[in-house]
C-alpha cells in the first residue's frame, strides 16, 4: 500500500558529504512525522532525525551540527544531508515515516529498506 524507497547512500571519505533521500509511494494521503534512523552491526537501531509536518527538527547528539533533515511534502519526500562524516557514521540509513493510507487521518508507521553509508578513515 505504502513504499517508502531509500536513496543516497554510497562510499565516502570522512570529513566527506553525502544526502539521502526517501520518497513514499503508494496509497499517500498524509504524512504526519518523518524520521531517519541508522543501524551498525551489532547495534540496535537509533534515531539520527526526525521532522513533523510543520517542520519542526530533533537530532540525535551525535549528529548535531553535521546533519541536516529537511522534507518536500508536495513530492512526499524527506532528505538528509550529512556534513563533515566520520567513520562511526557507517551504517545502513533507514526512512521511517507515519502515512495515512487510506483518507481517515489515521497514521500508521512505515519503513524503507535501508540505504548503505559507508565512510572510510
Known amino acids: 500500500q505504502v513504499q517508502l524507497l531509500e536513496s543516497g547512500g554510497g562510499l565516502v571519505q570522512a570529513g566527506g558529504s553525502l544526502r539521502l533521500s526517501c520518497v513514499a509511494s503508494?496509497?499517500?494521503?498524509?504524512?504526519?512525522?518523518m524520521a531517519w534512523y541508522r543501524q551498525s552491526p551489532g547495534k540496535q537501531r537509533e534515531l539520527v532525525a526526525t521532522?513533523?509536518?510543520?517542520?519542526?527538527?530533533v537530532y540525535a547528539d551525535s549528529v548535531k551540527g553535521r546533519c541536516t533533515i529537511s522534507r518536500d511534502n508536495a513530492k512526499n519526500t524527506v532528505y538528509l544531508h550529512m556534513d563533515i562524516l566520520k567513520p562511526e557514521d557507517t551504517a545502513v540509513y533507514y526512512c521511517?515515516?507515519?502515512?495515512?493510507?487510506?483518507?481517515?487521518?489515521?497514521?500508521?508507521?512505515?519503513w524503507g529498506q535501508g540505504t548503505q553509508v559507508t565512510v572510510s578513515s
Open positions: 521511517n515515516a507515519e502515512v495515512d493510507n487510506s483518507g481517515s487521518t489515521l497514521y500508521l508507521e512505515y
Open positions: 503508494g496509497r499517500v494521503f498524509g504524512i504526519n512525522d
Open positions: 521532522i513533523s509536518s510543520g517542520g519542526n527538527t
